[in-house]
């Protein structure tokens, strides 16, 4: 089993749409999550960390599930330019190493 | 700041030359990370290093992998001999600590024909 598992999509999405994604990690010791979005034949850039009380930045939200082990990503009211593959990240406690999900696919169509 | 620094951006060589990777991590960050991405396995960690000291080289794929380190602002990941199957996307990465935002290059993307 992968250590963070993500559904690859494509998820095909009208401008003004609002899409989620979900994402499922192994490790229960796992101690920070994060987003991390990804442009094609670009590098993976910091979306946003996801707190355990969930958070907003703008029109994303993110939020934890501790106990069934899985993270979320919601994205309201589309753009042509929310346009990626999001990758989930989770880092396991008492190490520096980041564990990167294959990443979801996200294309929004005018 | 010009971000973290990759060269070359793009390397297309023969099975059995040996490639050298180049990256100049974001000043001020102690932490340096070799990244292999494929469309098959993602985004893998093959090495980091903090403070120039290699931590865990648990992702380096074989004995054919090498990373250095020599000062804060250089690192080189090394292949030799390469094969086909190293062709992918290698990214370094820095950050400033072990929080999870990394800071990514631009890539280097290597062909082994």
């Known amino acids: 089993r992968k250590e963070v598992e993500q559904d690859p999509g494509p998820f095909n999405v009208p401008e003004g749409a609002t899409v989620a994604f979900n994402c499922t990690y192994s490790?229960?010791?796992?101690?920070?999550f994060f987003w991390y979005r990804q442009d094609c034949r670009k590098e993976p850039k910091l979306l946003m960390s996801?707190?355990?009380s969930g958070n907003e930045d703008g029109r994303f939200t993110a939020q934890l599930n501790r106990a069934s082990q899985y993270i979320s990503l919601l994205i309201r009211d589309s753009k042509l330019s929310d346009s990626a593959t999001y990758l989930c990240?989770?880092?396991?406690?008492?190490?520096?190493?980041?564990?990167f999900g294959t990443g979801t696919r996200l294309q929004v169509f005018p | 700041d010009a971000g973290v620094i990759q060269s070359p951006r793009h390397e297309v060589t023969e099975m059995g030359q040996e490639v050298t990777l180049r990256c100049k991590p974001i000043?001020?960050?102690?932490?340096l990370f070799w990244y292999r991405q494929t469309m098959m396995r993602g985004l893998e960690l093959l090495i980091y290093?903090?403070?120039?000291?290699?931590?865990?080289d648990s992702g380096m794929p074989e004995d054919r992998f090498s990373a250095k380190m020599p000062n804060a602002s250089f690192s080189t990941l090394k292949i030799q001999p390469s094969e086909p199957r190293d062709s992918a996307v290698y990214f370094c990465?820095?950050?400033?600590?072990?929080?999870?935002?990394?800071?990514f290059g631009p890539g280097t993307r290597l062909t082994v024909t």
């Open positions: 490790n229960s010791a796992s101690q920070s």
């Open positions: 290093f903090n403070n120039n000291v290699p931590i865990d």
């Open positions: 990240v989770v880092k396991a406690y008492n190490t520096d190493k980041l564990i």
């Open positions: 000043s001020g960050h102690d932490y």
């Open positions: 996801v707190y355990s």
């Open positions: 990465a820095s950050s400033y600590d072990s929080n999870g935002e990394q800071y």
